[in-house]
Every structure is written in structure tokens, then in C-alpha cells.
DNA sequence: GAGCACTGC
């Protein structure tokens, strides 16, 4: 796109521009090399001139057109100088059309100001104006996420540079800034849209799934979820509409953005004028920097109080018990400020509230001089969002005007570490566990163990205590196991997943070597040797390792590789709505409630909707009966409420559904059902769902109705919430799931027939072992001998 | 006869 100067720092256009002039006259003679195409050529305040006066010879705005407050800004050489004197000006120049600031713009400018980034703006505009790629380690309360996307935009001018797309639309060149949630895009969005005195839509705007507030023409700076940028590089891998690309939280290595990384490397090879920040909370700066070519680092400081840490002399045998002594001991002997208590899971965290609310209750009342009333608040993410807004109530009043103050306490999952920020938290308690999702390829399963933290997650957790004021973090583990056995950042992601979905994304980027991509950290040869060999099963990948025409389309669903194949293949069985609705209700957190006070009623509730043949079938009765029972928001909650399901998590499957069925459409692929009265109704589902997990099939082994997984021979049971209520010889499962016994979890009854016909090669009796193999045998012989064979694929 | 740390498309 832009001219293919190789310089090291990648953007030299303003020198070479110089250049340019020194050479040939900077008339308008069509021959003359005017500007380079990423040069400002549409700039709405100096509309009133012809193109070619918009400009002085370096390439600067007019000065002469001194109604524009960039007059004199060079692209990528504005000075913080030049910045600050625009931002305290009268005239707001992003504007749509040139306006003055509001008086809320000066207002929030004064509080921008005292940002320690703000201090550090000259600093910036030099690395930044001078490099293509720079690491900014920024720490809590610095301001990085809000300013630096503002600073860039100063200097790239993107509202002035716009350019037509391939969709014909002048669109400015922006500069996205992504994060790993949807809130925090939300949310800064609309901070920034505030503090630059623009319409959050408008000029700024965010991208999240399911929503998209920006205007093509207007948008210059848009913040959003590192997985929808991914998307967008999908489908364009130079990432041409962006001028420069922030990822923010980088340490936090999510999946998308390690793969950003990875793919940004390269493009900021095939494209000079793009520029890359890397901006991350502390420690790693380094091995980031070392990743990007030794790219420049700035350090900016934080605004955050001090914590004090206190260790366990001793080892505590049991970390519950330990972190509730803990609580209990602040409550009576530290002074007046909330607590924030990280264990690691729902069970243990209602187990937890129960017995601190107990003896705090009992403090309280046997000693009303000393201790003060307690509110014990559960957060963790599946819980419904009215109870998690309980952690911002204030902590409740002390009983007696001079008694001693109240004190709330939250006792939460990691959630609280990244995700959510509480004010007012003084004391921290750290147990030093989380449970983290750790993949084994050899039996191709991922699990949630309980598993101590690292360093890093150590000091974030700490950090929540000193939000406000001074705080305390209490860690129930001695120094020496801090120094010594606890690693200093967490595994990424990259590491710890099963790839067959990032496998297929990557060949979709466009990267051809899978292996020697240059990952930031490399995941083990034998996880992507898997992704490839369930993509090829699943005829995505052809023998070679490249994409096929289905895989192609495989990548364009936001599902995983065996839900995508099952969607795509089912028109061809008449049974495209039924299998959208069943792969939409898999994509979401389980629909059925199960409250430990009301088992048996839930299961009862439950068992309405079964369904003899298999859990997906009873996926897919629950959505009917939701939809024809739910004409309006109030019925359908009231509904979810007495039938044990989940309101929220079926409004996600609806909105999940209607995004797959948009994608189905944009590929032609039909919408269609079988008649319900037809007996090939559920048969056909059954089928398509096996065309997409046929490698997740497990065989009837031993009695007790357990079974055995076909490739790897697990022992498992189903799972039991099934509401399968018999014994096939063959199903196949949704979920493999560790944890006190092997479980398969939402299984469906499949025919040995199908699983020959529809995956031949996966299971030719040549293939396979015992029992399976000699069924597999039995049915060939028999179709080698009957009429014509295989009526499908 | 039982569990969903947390995100994301």
C-alpha cells in the first residue's frame, strides 16, 4: 500500500517527502510524484482549497489557513509540543466540523493532565515518531490505555487521511487499540469519546461481538477485542484499514492477542507506515521488547498506594480454613476498610461466605466494642449479574453511632484480578491458587486443576489492596515458597489450550508453516500435530496441511472446528435450523439451573424437556419450548425462573444463533428442515452432529453402563445429568470431563453404520482395535455384499 | 449420581 521504503524504522515519510521537493517542484503537474499515498489528502477544514494548497512543501498543513488548529502538523513529526497546544486550544480540530470545546472537555482535560503519561508525552511523540514498533510498560493508574491511543492520533491524523476502501467508501485510516474484554472496550470507548469532545459512535467508537459502534466514514479511533481484530485480519491480512495498532494488556497473553502478535510481526514488514505499541502492565517489557526487534521501550510509572505483604511463617496444611482465620483476624484487630478475598471456585467461595458470616455474626454479638457488622459478598462470573453488582454496595453501618465501623468482604475468583475492579478494598488475601485450564494432547483433553499462581498474579492481586489508600495483602504461604516455588508469570494461554481452532485461524491468516511461526512462546509440537490431524479428519485441511474450500468456510464461524463442520454439512441432511439452534446451545454456559436447595425440583423441571436419544435433542426441545413459550422479555424470564433454566444464558443462545445463521446465509448455505411428522427427523440430526464429532465417540465397554473412547481407550461414564435413558453401543459426546471419575457430558446415541459411512477413513476396520473393529468389519462385509453402498459423501 | 477459573469470535 504505501511506498515501499525498506528504512529500518519502517516510516520516513516526511524526510523522504523533503527529498521528493528538493528534486522535482512541487507543482500539480500530473507527472510530479505527489504526495505518497498515505499522506494527509482529505482535510475537512482546509475543504475550501484544492488539494494541492492543503499542504506546504514538507508536507505540513497550511499555516496559512490559520482557522485550523493542526496548521503545521506533520504527520508522525508532531511534537508533544505541538500536541498540548491543540488539546488547550479553543478549537476542537476532530470534530467533525471545527468546533470549540465544551467546558466538560476542560474539566476532564484537567484531570488528564495529572496522568503520569501526560508527563511523559515529549518522550512518546519522540519514540513514536522515530520507530514502527515501540513496548510501553505502563502500570495501574497510569493512563495508557485512554491517553496513548489519543497521543497517536495527533500524530497520525487519521480523520484527515482518508481513503477509499475496497467498498468504495472514504474512510479515515484508523487506529485501533485492542483489549481482552468486552467491557473494558466498551467502556474506555466511551471514556475517550468523552475526553476528545466527540459522539462515542462517531469519530470514537468500539467493536465487540454482537455490536458494532462505529460509522465507516467518521471513525477514527476505535477500541476492541483482540478476537474481533483477529477476525478482521482474517479477511484482510495487511490489516489495511489501520494506520496504527495498539494491543493493549499484552502481558495478559491471551490467546488473540499472542497470535496479533505473531501475525503483526510480519506485517509490519510488508507495511512501512504501519506502526505497532505493545503496551503492557510491568515485568516482561523486556522479552516483549526482545520479541519485536528490540523495539524502544517507555516507562511510565503508576499511580497506585503502597501495600504491605505479610507471609505465613508456617506452610497452612489448608488454605480454606486459613484464609477464613485470616478474615476473621483482620475483622477484629485492622482498622476500618473492605476485604477482598481470592479463592478459587463456586463452591468453595459459598462454603466460604457461609462460615465467615457465621462467625462474624457471632463476634459481633458476643463482643459489640470490638467488632463491627460484617456483609460477606460471593463473586465469581456465572453468577447473575444483580448479585454481582453486591460488591459495590457500601460495607453496612456501625450499629452504634461510636461502636466499631462495618466491613464488607469479597470473597471472589480471579475474576476480581483482571476483570473487575472493586474501590475501597484495603485488605487483600491471598491463598495462592486459581484453577487454570491446563491441555494434555496425548489424550486430547483440556481441564480446570487447582493449581498454584504465579508471581505476577501475586503482585496483581496485592495491587487491589493500594486502589484507594495503603493497603495490606496477607499471602497464606511463607516467603521462602514465594521466592522460591512460584513461577514469575502465568503459562499463556497458547500453551495451556487445544489449538484446533487456532490452527485453522492461522491457515486462515494466511500463515503456511504452522511450525515455524514465530510465536512469542512456541506451544508443544504435539498439540499442533493434533489441531492438524483433527482438522484433516475433519476435511479442512487436505493431506498436505492446506486449507480446503470447507475449511475455508470452517473458519468464517465463530465455533469450533467439529460444531462449524456439523453446521455446515446439515442443509445436505434437511436440518439446518434444528442443528443451528443445537450448536448455538452448545456455545453458551450450561441453560439448566441447579440450585443446591432445590435438586430434585430442577431435575424434575429438567426432565420435561428430555429427550430419550440424547442431550442435544433436549438442547434443541429446550430452545423450542423457550421460543414458544417466551413471546416477550417478562414471560421469558418469568418462564426460565419456573422451568430451572438459565434466562441469561438462553438470550445468549438466541444472539448466538442469529449471528451463526447470518454467517450461513452469507455462504449460501440453506436454511431447512425436516418435517417433524417425518421419522427421519431426529435421525438426520443425529447424523449431521456425527459428521462433525465422529472422532468424539465412545463404545460400550465392561457393564455398569461404562464406556470406552474409541481413540484413545479412556474409560468413562456418561455424565449424570444425560437424559439418555438407555445404554447404546455407541455414543458420542459433546465434552470429555476430568474430575473425580472420567465423564462424558452431553451425549447423543450414534449407529456404527453412520460413523463408516460419514468417516470412512477414521473408521476403517484396518484403523481400529477389539470389539470396534470387528463391528466396523462386520457392517463393510455386509454393505459390500448388499446393493449399491454409501448414500451419502 | 454431578460442577462452570476466566475470556473471546
Redesign the pocket.
Known amino acids: 500500500m504505501a511506498g515501499a521504503d525498506s528504512q529500518k524504522n519502517g516510516d520516513n515519510r516526511p524526510s523522504k517527502r523533503t527529498k521528493m521537493d528538493g528534486e522535482s517542484s512541487a507543482s500539480a503537474s500530473p507527472a510530479a510524484p505527489g504526495p505518497p499515498p498515505t499522506m494527509p489528502t482529505e482535510n475537512p477544514y482546509l475543504a475550501h482549497l484544492p488539494p494541492s494548497e492543503r499542504f506546504t512543501s514538507n508536507g505540513a498543513a497550511n499555516a496559512a489557513s490559520s482557522s485550523d488548529p493542526l496548521a503545521g502538523f506533520v504527520p508522525r513529526q508532531v511534537t508533544g509540543k505541538q500536541a498540548r497546544a491543540v488539546m488547550e486550544g479553543d478549537v476542537n480540530p476532530f470534530a467533525a466540523t471545527p468546533r470549540p470545546y465544551s467546558q466538560k472537555y476542560r474539566d476532564i482535560l484537567a484531570k488528564r493532565k495529572e496522568l503520569p503519561v501526560y508527563a511523559q508525552m515529549d518522550e512518546f511523540y519522540e519514540k513514536f515518531n522515530q520507530n514502527q514498533i515501540m513496548v510501553m510498560i505502563g502500570e495501574t493508574g497510569s493512563g495508557k490505555t485512554t491517553q496513548i491511543p489519543q497521543f497517536v492520533a495527533y500524530s497520525d491524523l487519521p480523520h484527515t487521511r482518508k481513503e477509499k476502501g475496497a467498498d468504495g467508501i472514504l474512510a479515515p485510516r484508523m487506529i485501533a487499540c485492542t483489549q ?4 473494558a472496550a466498551m467502556s474506555v470507548a466511551k471514556r475517550v469519546a468523552e475526553e476528545m469532545d466527540v459522539s462515542l459512535g462517531k469519530e470514537v467508537g468500539y467493536t ?3 455490536e458494532d459502534a462505529t460509522d465507516r466514514r467518521t471513525t477514527f479511533l476505535k477500541y476492541m ?4 481484530l ?2 478482521e485480519a482474517m479477511n484482510d491480512h495487511n490489516l489495511e484499514r489501520y494506520s496504527a495498532i495498539i494491543l493493549d494488556e499484552a502481558h495478559e497473553r ?3 492477542t499472542d497470535i496479533l502478535m505473531g501475525l503483526l510481526k510480519e506485517v509490519v514488514q510488508r507495511r512501512s507506515d504501519l506502526k505497532l505499541i505493545v503496551m503492557s502492565a510491568t515485568l516482561d517489557a523486556l522479552k516483549f521488547q526482545k520479541y519485536f526487534n528490540d523495539a524502544p521501550l517507555l516507562k511510565v510509572p503508576g499511580r497506585t498506594f503502597p501495600v504491605e505483604t505479610f507471609y505465613t511463617p508456617e506452610p497452612e496444611p489448608d488454605y480454606l480454613e486459613a484464609a477464613i482465620r485470616t478474615v476473621i483476624m483482620i475483622h477484629q484487630a485492622e482498622d476500618e476498610g473492605d476485604i477482598l478475598v481470592f479463592l ?4 468453595e467461595i459459598e462454603d466460604a461466605c457461609k462460615k465467615i458470616k457465621a462467625e462474624a455474626d457471632d463476634l459481633a454479638a458476643s463482643n459489640p466494642d470490638l467488632c463491627g457488622p460484617l456483609k460477606v459478598v460471593p463473586l ?3 453468577l447473575p449479574p444483580a448479585q454481582q453488582q453486591r460488591i459495590f454496595e457500601p460495607a453496612p453501618e456501625r450499629i452504634t453511632p461510636n461502636g466499631p465501623p462495618g466491613r464488607k468482604v469479597v470473597i471472589s ?3 476480581a484480578e483482571t ?1 473487575l475492579t472493586i474501590d475501597g478494598i484495603v485488605y487483600v488475601v491471598d491463598p495462592g491458587f ?4 491446563v491441555y494434555n494432547p496425548r489424550i486430547r483433553v483440556e481441564s ?1 486443576l487447582v493449581s498454584p499462581i504465579s508471581k505476577a498474579s501475586a503482585q496483581q492481586r496485592a495491587g487491589r489492596a493500594g486502589r484507594t489508600r495503603p493497603g495490606k495483602c496477607f499471602r497464606l504461604y511463607t516467603e521462602k515458597d514465594w521466592a522460591n516455588e512460584l513461577i514469575e508469570q502465568s503459562y499463556p494461554e497458547i500453551l495451556r489450550s487445544n489449538l484446533a ?1 487456532t490452527v485453522l485461524e492461522l491457515k486462515k491468516l494466511g500463515i503456511d508453516n504452522l511450525v515455524t511461526f514465530d510465536y512469542m512462546d512456541p506451544p508443544a509440537p504435539e498439540t499442533i500435530m493434533r489441531a492438524l490431524e483433527l482438522l484433516n479428519y475433519l476435511a479442512a485441511f487436505d493431506d498436505d496441511g492446506n486449507l480446503t474450500p470447507l475449511g475455508t468456510i470452517m473458519a468464517e464461524f ?2 469450533d472446528p467439529q460444531l462449524a463442520k456439523m453446521l455446515i454439512v446439515s442443509p445436505e441432511f434437511k436440518c439446518s435450523n434444528e442443528i443451528l439452534t443445537i450448536a448455538a446451545m452448545l ?1 453458551v ?2 441453560v ?1 439451573v ?1 440450585p ?1 436447595s432445590q ?1 430434585q425440583q430442577a ?1 424434575a423441571a429438567r426432565a420435561e424437556f428430555a429427550h430419550p436419544d440424547g442431550d442435544h435433542l433436549t438442547l434443541l426441545n429446550v430452545y423450542h419450548a423457550y421460543k414458544t413459550n417466551c413471546p416477550d422479555n417478562k414471560t421469558a424470564s418469568d418462564w426460565c425462573w419456573q422451568n430451572y433454566l438459565s434466562y441469561r444464558a438462553l438470550m445468549q443462545a438466541d444472539n448466538v444463533r442469529s449471528q451463526l445463521q447470518r454467517t450461513m446465509e452469507r455462504f449460501d448455505l440453506d436454511l431447512v428442515s425436516t418435517p417433524f411428522e417425518d421419522k427421519r427427523y431426529y435421525t438426520n440430526i443425529r447424523q449431521a452432529i456425527a459428521c462433525g464429532f465422529f472422532m468424539q465417540v465412545a463404545h460400550k465397554s465392561g457393564g455398569k453402563g461404562t464406556y470406552q473412547t474409541i481413540k484413545d481407550n479412556q474409560l468413562v461414564s456418561p ?3 444425560t437424559t439418555l435413558d438407555h445404554t447404546p453401543e455407541f455414543v458420542l459426546y459433546h465434552e470429555f ?1 476430568l ?3 472420567n ?1 462424558i457430558r452431553t451425549i447423543t446415541e450414534v449407529r456404527p453404520e453412520w460413523l463408516l459411512e460419514f468417516a470412512p477413513a477414521y473408521y476403517d476396520p484396518s484403523n481400529m482395535e477389539g470389539e470396534v473393529k470387528r463391528i466396523m468389519a462386520g457392517i463393510q462385509g455386509k454393505k459390500a455384499k448388499g446393493p449399491a453402498a454409501g448414500r451419502r459423501k
Not at 481482552?180 to 467491557?183: F, G, K, L, N
Not at 477485542?225 to 474481533?228: F, N, S
Open positions: 481482552p474484554r468486552r467491557v465487540i461481538r454482537f477485542t483482540d478476537g474481533m483477529l477476525r491471551t490467546l488473540a478459587t471456585g463456586e463452591e465469581y462470573s456465572s475468583t480471579n475474576i476483570s486459581s484453577k487454570q485450564k480446570l481452532n465463530p465455533l456455545s454456559p450450561n439448566f441447579r443446591n435438586k431435575d455424565h449424570p445429568s470431563v474430575t473425580t471419575r465423564y
